[in-house]
Antibody, heavy 122, light 108 residues
Framework: EVQLVQSGAEVKKPGESLRISCKAS????????IGWVRQMPGKGLEWMGS????????KYSPSFQGHVTISDDKSTTTAYLQWSSLQPSDTAIYYC???????????????WGRGTLVSVSS | SSVLTQSPSVSVAPGETARIPCGGR??????VHWYQQKPGQAPMLVIY???DRPSGIPDRFSGSTSGDTATLTINGVEAGDEGDYFC???????????FGSGTKVTVL
């Protein structure tokens, strides 16, 4: 079965570090970009960045550049999103999603994980 | 703020047609994709590349573009179509992805 399985919910304190995961299965991991999308409580979707597992190339939204790190591990077909110092404003659901349709008219997210809820509070 | 403009909400009676617009400069030239998100669930692709439906999406769902507006149309709306709908494009210059702010569809 083609799927993305995300790690479980996290409760953290401000200043703590965190890495959440997204394990891909059922397709060739190294031939699709994986993106991360944030959804703050009651809000819309925000693209954070993407990783190309073929060579671990990454792209970031300017809104998230420098605040998070996206990576991957080809040996375990897993993508990661990590923070070195969480803030309460990082409280959100984080989705990983596979990118398809790289050619015109433009790429889209055709496969989504169920999301990881991250709660940050003192 | 998003470069894509969506109305906050649309209400429609069962069996009627819901039209969900998404505005953006030259949006039709970028390729527009649509996602449905039901409460407590992850988003799901319902239309890609302006007009195409993924496998398993009913033909009640259709997409179109004209000028600076893309529209998701749901014919014969059912109670199960309630949820939030987001449009999405990728900016050709930067390679970054943009989502609309979302439209909440309520079935009366």
């Amino acid at each position: 079965e083609v799927q993305l399985v995300q790690s479980g919910a996290e409760v953290k304190k401000p200043g703590e570090s965190l890495r959440i995961s997204c394990k891909a299965s059922g397709y060739t991991f190294t031939t699709y970009w994986i993106g991360w999308v944030r959804q703050m409580p009651g809000k819309g979707l925000e693209w954070m960045g993407s990783v190309w597992p073929g060579d671990s190339d990454t792209k970031y939204s300017p809104s998230f550049q420098g605040h998070v790190t996206i990576s991957d591990d080809k040996s375990t077909t897993t993508a990661y999103l990590q923070w070195s110092s969480l803030q309460p404003s990082d409280t959100a659901i984080y989705y990983c999603a596979r990118v398809s349709g790289l050619s015109f008219p433009g790429p889209f997210f055709d496969l989504w994980g169920r999301g990881t809820l991250v709660s940050v509070s003192s | 703020s998003s470069v894509l403009t969506q109305s906050p909400s649309v209400s429609v009676a069962p069996g009627e047609t819901a039209r969900i617009p998404c505005g953006g400069r030259n949006i039709g030239r970028k390729g527009v994709h649509w996602y449905q998100q039901k409460p407590g669930q992850a988003p799901m692709l319902v239309i890609y590349s302006n007009t195409d439906r993924p496998s398993g999406i009913p033909d009640r769902f259709s997409g179109s573009t004209s000028g600076d507006t893309a529209t998701l149309t749901i014919n014969g709306v059912e109670a199960g179509d309630e949820g939030d709908y987001f449009c999405q494009v990728r900016d050709v210059g930067s390679g970054h992805y943009d989502f609309g702010s979302g439209t909440k569809v309520t079935v009366l």
